[in-house]
């Protein structure tokens, strides 16, 4: 892979095929334009994320940890969220850097594999915790809650794990290479091999099927399942906050990893300008993830105190405390 086609690195976005679609836009009298518009989008999206995920996920995580002495079955999850999108943003750090720099690399190897390792493993936690959250809180509910002690936290973990295990190809594949921070799946540094373009496309179809097919899939099965209706305020709010995160999720990596695929494993099957305007749009939308939950928690709770994470699901709905009674503006 030559190291002259990573002035458009995007969280690990630059791959031979993405970059010669972008090479011909040199050729145009519009290339300066193009690359300053590409060079603003994300340097003013990566200060945004940096700003708003830093803030917003350590205020949910200060709200979740008074919530988890109430209760503590949503309150942990949204915890552990917003600690692994708090942790993701040191990636952005370095990616702010690489744009301001106008992509050069100049922090070293290990950052440049840590880079992409975190980001990516922020995706693959978020896909399966969502996943694990959908399973326990449908089929698993009561033999989990009665009969595993600590059951949320080992699901927790569990996600973790299978996050770090999954976005181990970055510590592998990602290196610096003449100032730019690059990923190569070939053992031959001069050219691009049969075996690197398979072991490209194989992570490409991975992370497509393990970050986005599988667990849509959950979800949709999971949302089935549920049938029972609240009808306390604070239940509805409940759920409608938690479907929204997972909405959120499928939205903001959706298009990122479908135009990925395509190009990775489909020879010419995006146009010059998706790979000009669309895979960029697609990395920033990505980005944008890491503060979009705890935006959600705001928005849709009405509230910074967000009574709705303390809040048991499952409590006797004959027994509702009076508060529940009262209008929610009012409670709020």
């Given amino acids: 892979m030559s190291a002259d ?43 945004i994320v940096l700003i708003l995920g830093v803030t917003l996920n ?25 600690v692994t999108h708090l942790a993701s943003c040191t990636s952005v750090v370095f990616q702010l850097l690489y744009a301001y720099n106008n992509f050069k690399w100049n922090y070293g190897n290990a950052t440049c594999k840590l ?20 399973i326990k809180s ?16 080992i699901l927790i973990s ?4 299978i996050a770090a295990v999954l976005a181990c190809p970055s510590l592998f594949s990602r290196e610096v290479r003449y100032f730019h921070c690059i ?17 490209l496309k194989a992570v490409i179809v991975m992370r497509f099927l393990l970050g ?15 049938s029972s209706h609240k ?39 995006l146009g010059e300008n998706i790979s000009k305007y669309g895979l960029p749009a697609a990395t920033v939308l990505a980005t944008t993830h890491l503060f979009t939950s705890p935006l959600i928690f705001l928005l849709l709770g009405r509230s910074f105190k967000m009574r709705w994470m303390g809040h048991d699901p499952d409590h006797n709905e004959n027994h509702i405390d009076e508060r529940d009674m009262v209008p929610l503006k009012r409670r709020l």
């Fill in 138 to 153: 449908t089929l698993l509910k009561t033999m989990c809650t009665k009969k595993i002690k600590n059951c949320n936290i």
């Fill in 58 to 82: 350590f205020t949910v995580i200060v709200i979740s940890c008074r919530k988890y002495k109430s209760f503590q079955e949503v309150a942990i999850w949204i915890m552990a969220l917003a």
């Fill in 5 to 47: 086609n990573s002035n458009w690195t995007n969280i690990g976005l630059d791959y031979d095929s993405i970059i010669q679609e972008l090479k011909k836009v040199e050729t145009n009298t519009s290339s300066n334009q193009y690359k300053t518009h590409i060079w603003m989008t994300y340097f003013i999206t990566y200060c």
């Fill in 231 to 269: 009808l306390c305020k604070l239940c509805r709010m409940q759920a409608q906050i938690i479907c929204a995160i997972k909405i959120a999720y499928f939205v903001c990596w959706g298009p990122q990893i479908v135009l990925t695929m395509l190009q990775a494993t489909i020879s010419g099957s």
């Fill in 158 to 161: 569990f996600s973790w794990t």
């Fill in 183 to 199: 990923d190569d799946y070939d053992l031959d540094n001069s050219r691009t091999t049969q075996d690197g373009t398979t072991r």
């Fill in 115 to 134: 880079s992409s390792y975190i980001i990516y493993g922020s995706m693959f936690f978020t896909a399966t915790t969502l996943s694990l959250w959908s």
């Fill in 212 to 226: 986005l097919v599988v667990p849509a899939l959950v979800v949709f099965l999971s949302c089935c399942v549920t």
